[in-house]
């Protein structure tokens, strides 16, 4: 019995290799580059809309939805801000550091003003995190009361468009 030898067309070996390789790299797991920052500019402006909470059993009593301003301003190539009202109080929450993470805006905030005149809520520290989606900002709030946590908040913002 004699074997005949096939030669396979030069052409379909080198198909028969790239489709070889593209599939062996197709199954490694890739490193996704990380989104790009959006820019300062697309946070800063009045925002109003709702605060909710983000818990499974909210106080008694408390209402689902309650109306909120933030208002975020660029000082000096710096993102700062305030949210009214806040724990019953129109001091809000003041943002103290922020930073953007792709599309987020995440912030460190405290309960009134920054050197206020204390009482309770000076141990009240809240981690803000926003989405940008365009004209709608979404997110959430962390509280903490010094190092425990306390509430969870979420919000559904849009940008307040001024009168003509």
């Known amino acids: 019995m004699t074997v005949k030898r096939v030669d396979y067309d030069p052409p379909m070996r080198t198909l028969a290799t790239l489709l070889l390789a593209t599939l062996a790299v197709a199954g490694r797991p890739s490193a996704q580059a990380p989104e790009p920052a959006v820019p300062a500019a697309r946070f800063v402006g009045t925002w109003v809309g709702t605060q909710s909470w983000a818990i499974a059993d909210p106080p008694p009593g408390s209402r689902q939805d309650q109306p909120v301003t933030l208002v975020i301003e660029n ?11 806040f724990l019953g109080g ?25 050197g206020g005149r204390g009482g309770w809520k000076s141990p009240v520290r809240v981690a803000f995190v926003f989405r940008n989606e365009g004209l709608v900002l979404k997110g959430t709030a962390d509280v903490r009361m010094g190092e425990v946590p306390w509430m969870k908040f979420g919000y559904d913002l849009s940008k307040k468009r001024s009168r003509y």
């Open 75 to 85: 000082v000096d190539g710096t993102l700062r801000g305030t949210m009214t009202p």
């Open 90 to 114: 129109e001091d809000g929450a003041t943002i103290v550091e922020a930073e953007i993470v792709g599309s987020e805006l995440r912030a460190a905030a405290v309960a009134g003003r920054p």
